[in-house]
């Protein structure tokens, strides 16, 4: 596509052969299709694309289940990427290729060293305030670690304490205007601003994708109609095989937004 301009770098990782034996926490274990899995990642994948973004994927990592949801092995602030160091000790190989693809960018990179474990997904960026959701897969030492890291950029690190969630942006994400969907009764509320009421689980997944656009599960009908009507660009995709797994539509991309150049 020649002259068009990208947003920045979607890093993303094909769906393994051991998709099915992912790790689940809270919901009842079901059956997963591994070539429907394998044709919605790359719906998913093409849709990203379609709003400007420039796939990139990382080496894949056949011999852990969950290395599909790349969101949580990596944070990148501005020029820094912030490798983890994940709460589940067997989704800790998963970091390798990422931190590879990482230096492959030009990206600064830093590790999340123990005792402290951070998974990406409990880590929502809001403008300069950091959220980190503590209590599941991130540990406190892993807030504080990030909020050392990410200091010299002028983010603020703020814990939020999770409930029955196994992230922080499985209850609550971000539209590109700040304001917060979820679902309030996870998470504890008096650690973030007001969160929007999703009207379905799903509908607490929103991908900003810039400008108006935003990515959203194909399940969360009612959450699709509502943004719409407020005059943002819905994106669904159906990622049903990866919700019976705990994942959602942020967990299967890190994006690298482009920086300015002087």
């Known amino acids: 596509m020649d002259g068009y301009t990208y947003h920045g770098v979607a890093l993303m990782r094909r769906p393994g052969p051991r998709l099915a034996e992912g790790l689940v926490t809270h919901i009842a274990r079901s059956a997963v299709d591994p070539v429907l899995a394998a044709r919605q990642y790359t719906i998913y994948q093409e849709t990203v694309a379609s709003a400007g973004w420039r796939v990139v994927e990382v080496d894949p990592a056949p011999e852990h289940p969950d290395s599909v949801f790349v969101e949580d092995t990596l944070v990148v602030c501005e020029d820094l990427a912030v490798v983890t160091r994940p709460g589940a000790p067997e989704r800790r190989g998963e970091t ?52 050392r890291l990410l200091s010299p950029l002028g983010r603020k690190v703020r814990p939020v304490t999770l409930g029955r969630v196994l992230h922080l942006k499985s209850a609550v994400t971000a539209l590109p205007d700040g304001s917060l969907i979820g679902l309030p009764d996870l998470v504890e509320t008096a650690d973030l601003p007001p969160v929007r009421r999703a ?37 669904p995709v159906d990622i049903s095989e990866f ?20």
């Open 96 to 147: 390798e290729a990422t931190e590879r693809t990482a230096r492959s960018l030009g990206l600064r990179v830093v590790r999340i060293e123990a005792p402290a474990t951070l998974d990406g997904g409990d880590v929502l960026q809001v403008g300069t305030t950091v959220y980190v959701g503590v209590g599941g897969r991130t540990n406190a030492e892993g807030a504080e670690q990030l909020g």
């Open 199 to 235: 009207p379905e689980e799903p509908g607490a997944h929103v991908v900003p994708l810039g400008g108006r656009d935003v990515l959203v599960s194909a399940a969360a009908g009612g959450t699709v109609q509502r943004l719409a009507a407020e005059h943002w660009r819905v994106l």
């Open 243 to 262: 919700e019976k797994l705990e994942g959602c539509v942020t967990c299967l991309s890190v994006l690298v937004p482009d920086r300015p150049t002087d």
